[in-house]
Nanobody, 122 residues
Framework: QVHVVESGGGLVQAGRSLRLSCTAS????????MGWYRQAPGKQRELVAR???????NYADSVKARFTISRDNPKNAVYLQMNSLKPEDTAVYYC????????????????WGQGTQVTVSS
């Protein structure tokens, strides 16, 4: 079994910062990629940022230069530093981890966390 748990959401004023954390645990052989998606009310879930095992990253255009994704491989953790937050960043943020599990190491599956609410007030 694999568990993905996020933390760090909350309510902040526009212009302030928040840092989200996410940790994967369980029968993990390797993690190929981790990242963050978000879903605002009435909208589709969208990619915010992702980082693959070699450290390469990609970001949604709307968060470039404001958000930074980083990863701690030994801890199976990923972080999202969000600066200069805007009301339009308000959403539930979901962490994902693309994992090869022990016993099924040739296939990668995507696991999701339960989501953490980020609310930015104007």
């Amino acid at each position: 079994q694999v568990h993905v748990v996020e933390s760090g959401g909350g309510l902040v004023q526009a212009g302030r910062s928040l840092r989200l954390s996410c940790t994967a645990s369980g029968s993990i052989f390797s993690i190929t990629a981790m990242g963050w998606y978000r879903q605002a009310p009435g909208k589709q879930r969208e990619l915010v940022a992702r980082i693959i095992s070699d450290g390469n990253t990609n970001y949604a255009d709307s968060v470039k230069a404001r958000f930074t994704i980083s990863r701690d491989n030994p801890k199976n953790a990923v972080y999202l530093q969000m600066n200069s937050l805007k009301p339009e960043d308000t959403a539930v943020y979901y962490c994902h981890a693309d994992i090869r599990t022990i016993g099924s190491s040739s296939t990668s599956f995507r696991y999701w966390g339960q989501g953490t609410q980020v609310t930015v007030s104007s």
